[in-house]
């Protein structure tokens, strides 16, 4: 005898219920163990030299973001292709246009600097997720090209400027920044910005130097380098997070079909009138959009 369940009164969410909160899964550990991290207050910075599978890390965490209830996705992709799949789903999506980028990290440090007025006025010194604020997940690929190659050297400065102050300011206001680069060097990470990084995740790199530009100064030398990643094994790279000792990963794969197909269902349950549309709030991005 079967029986059947009626369908319920009211509306039924659509959507898988994640949250920026939840831990993110990112792959396996070197004992097939699944790996997670808690990007939302810590921030992550990812590099490596091309073709390492950088690229598959940030499209995890850019999935599961799109995938979250009540997220916002900023995203900075000079090469347009990288993040373009989730660009629909984005609050801004910024090219090869160094004076866009500019004029989004001021809007996003206004933002940050509501929300810690917010949490002054509640007595309070870090967003929850029950506060109700959307989170806003800034995503920079290629962090090189606003840095170092597009617009003037002064435009450089600012942005790597604002980017640090971004960096230092999100991690308690709901605003995690996700910066990957193919160019592991002091110019394009200095200690002053790596170190603000809570997760450093090093793909294979093609000296002790630029594997300790990543991670920290030192680690090579104790046996945590990323030159030793063979080039054919793609995703593998050593993960530190804040206060551990790097560990051996492998990033979990996303093909192109994958990505796409994760970014229409995010934005189709992201739809108006839809259950997981971000929220307003009166010290969010719309408030200086």
């Known amino acids: 005898m079967t029986t059947t369940t009626p369908a319920p009164a009211a509306g039924v969410p659509v959507g898988p219920g994640l949250s920026m909160f939840d831990p993110i899964f990112i792959g396996i550990d070197e004992f097939g163990q699944p790996v997670y991290i808690d990007v939302i207050y810590r921030n992550i910075l990812i590099a490596g030299e091309p073709g390492g599978g950088k690229s598959g890390l940030v499209n995890n965490i850019c999935g599961h973001g799109a995938l979250c209830d009540n997220t916002r996705l900023v995203l900075f992709d000079a090469k347009l292709v990288e993040l373009g799949p989730w660009r629909d789903l984005a609050d801004a999506f910024i090219g090869p246009d160094i004076d866009q980028g500019i004029d989004v990290l001021r809007r996003l440090l206004v933002v940050a600097t509501n929300r810690y007025t917010w949490l002054l006025a509640n007595r309070r010194r870090k967003l929850a997720e029950g506060d109700g604020m959307s989170v806003i997940v800034t995503i920079i690929d290629e962090l090189a090209m606003y840095s170092t190659v597009l617009g003037t050297k002064a435009q450089q400065e600012e942005f790597s400027s604002l980017l640090r102050g971004l960096v230092s ?56 380098t990323a030159s030793d990643i063979s080039p054919t094994n793609q995703g593998a790279a050593y993960l530190l997070a804040e206060g551990g000792v790097p560990r051996r990963i492998k990033a979990a794969y996303l093909t192109d079909t994958d990505i796409y197909n994760i970014a229409d269902y995010a934005a189709w349950i992201r739809r108006p009138g839809g259950n997981t549309v971000p929220t307003g709030n009166p010290t969010d991005w719309e408030a200086v959009a």
């Open 169 to 224: 300011l999100g991690r308690a206001c709901g605003m995690p920044v996700v910066a990957a680069t193919q160019r592991p060097s002091w110019d394009i990470i200095p200690a002053s910005l790596r170190d603000l990084f809570g997760y450093r995740a090093a793909f294979r790199c093609t000296s002790l130097n630029s594997s300790n530009i990543i991670l920290g100064q030192g680690w090579a030398e104790q046996g945590y």
